[in-house]
């Protein structure tokens, strides 16, 4: 596991930083309601960026606008989502995010793997201080709206 200086090394090699998102960078909010299922046992899924690892007890959410699933850790999945009790879940309301078009081919890593960008074709959404996500654009028209 990285440590917290390699982690900012390697985002900040790709250019992806908190003040990349200071010129061309909007505010945006995720509103599509998602289905989930929790994990019996340890797995891998094979999302949109690549395989990713999973432990029981891990949400399974999906599927997407292109049929994807992508595991979310207990703690991940309730900060970011507001859990219906009947297999689905709300985005927080209220959660103001930045996000810009990616203007370079990249790498973010994330505490789960690699997540790969294109430049022109990929979001890059800010959810927090050197925390970034990767939203295929035809997805994010699909689950995220401006604000």
Known sequence: MSTMREFMNIVE????????????GFKTMKTAMGHYKIAKEPGTLDT?????????????????????????????????????????AKPKGGVVKIAKLADHDGVVKASWGDLRYRKGEDIIVRHGENDYGVVDKDIFAKTYERV
């Open 48 to 88: 949109l960026e690549g395989p990713v690892d999973y432990e029981a007890g891990h949400y399974i959410m999906g599927p997407g606008p292109k049929g994807e699933y992508w595991p979310l850790s207990p703690e991940n999945f309730h900060s970011k989502y507001d859990d219906n009790r009947d297999g689905t």
């Open 13 to 24: 090699s790709q250019g992806i930083t908190d003040a990349w998102f200071h010129n061309g």
